[in-house]
């Protein structure tokens, strides 16, 4: 199966963007030299779009190299559908790193999420669809396309991409997720009926 990258931006345009290497690297790529790394990207790139097209092959390779990560993660919970598991937190360091897991049948909020992110396809596929904000008000959406994720996939979006995701078929999604710092005052949901938002 092939793999790709996937950028969404704020319109809910979703394209694909550079080579895929699956190869594990010659040296180990242990969490603390991505940390570091993804620290540089963010002091010397103010751009997005950029970030998250210059840290999605880190994030590759990363997960190649040091398996353990994919196995950080806790079963969904009965009550949401959902977990998650952080897996580096650190006094004023700009990110979050988590693993995700939803059960099937379950589904997120349509939501942005006010900072760029990036979710890594660990196990399961999980359909995303895409809204834009008509006219960059956020209270007004409108639908714009879909993507399928499999395993191996990784997918950006920059901070007002509005998606929702849901698995698809039997098995639990699993993922691995990065956030940057999230600006609350313009993080929305939006009612799954009547696209009605609501500040999250």
Known sequence: MTNYNWLVTDDGA???????????????YRLYRFLTELDDILEREPDDALRVQAIIPLVRKLLISSYWLQMEHNPPSEKTGWSVKFLYREYEYPITVQMVVWAPGSASTIH?????????????????TFWTQADGDPTTLTPVGEKILNPGDIIG?????????????????ISFNLYGITDRSSRYKYDTQTLAAERF
């Not at 979703?14 to 180990?28: A, H, L, Q, V, Y």
């Not at 979006?157 to 999604?173: I, K, R, S, W, Y």
């Open 14 to 28: 979703c394209k694909s963007f550079g080579s895929i290497d699956n190869e594990p690297p010659k040296r180990t």
């Open 157 to 173: 979006f920059t901070g007002n991409a509005v998606h929702q995701v849901a698995p698809l078929g039997d098995e639990p999604t």
């Open 112 to 128: 942005n999420h006010a900072t760029w992110g990036i979710v890594a396809m660990i196990g399961g596929q999980e359909k995303n």
